[in-house]
C-alpha cells in the first residue's frame, strides 16, 4: 500500500498525492549463475524452511542465498542495490550462510556462496 505526500513549491504546500515508492521497495539482486534479477523483499525472509523477520541490512555488492519457498533449493544472488520495485516471491534465506550474514561479494569472490 503507498503512502500519500504533499509537496513544497514555491512556498506553497501542494495537495495530497499517492507516494509510490513510500513502500519498503525491494532488493535488487542478480542470479550468480544465470545473471537473472529478482526483486527481494527487505524485511521479509527465510530461516531455512521457516518465514521469518530479515536481521541484517543488505547493501550493493552483498552475496546472499534467496529461494522462492520454504522448501526449494537456495540460489545464489548478488544484491545490486536497493530499489522501490515491489519485492517478488523470492527471499532471502539467512539460515543458509550459517547466520552470519551476507557472503563478501561480487559473485566472482571465491568466498562469495558461488563457491560453496
Known amino acids: 500500500?503507498?503512502?500519500?505526500?504533499?509537496?513544497l513549491q514555491l512556498g506553497t504546500l501542494g495537495t495530497s498525492a499517492v507516494c509510490p515508492t513510500c513502500g519498503p521497495g525491494s532488493y535488487r539482486t542478480v542470479e550468480c549463475s544465470t545473471g537473472t534479477i529478482r526483486f527481494v523483499s527487505k524485511?521479509?525472509?527465510?530461516?531455512g524452511s521457516i518465514s521469518s523477520i530479515l536481521q541484517y541490512t543488505y547493501v550493493a555488492n552483498d552475496v546472499v542465498w534467496i529461494k522462492n519457498g520454504a522448501s526449494v533449493p537456495n540460489v545464489c544472488a548478488?544484491?545490486?542495490g536497493s530499489v522501490s520495485d515491489p519485492a517478488g516471491p523470492y527471499k532471502i534465506d539467512e539460515a543458509a550462510n550459517s547466520g552470519n550474514g551476507p557472503f563478501a561479494g561480487p559473485c566472482s569472490l571465491p568466498t562469495s556462496c558461488v563457491n560453496q
Open 43 to 47: 524485511t521479509a525472509g527465510w530461516n
Open 1 to 7: 500500500m503507498a503512502g500519500n505526500y504533499r509537496q
Open 78 to 80: 548478488e544484491v545490486t
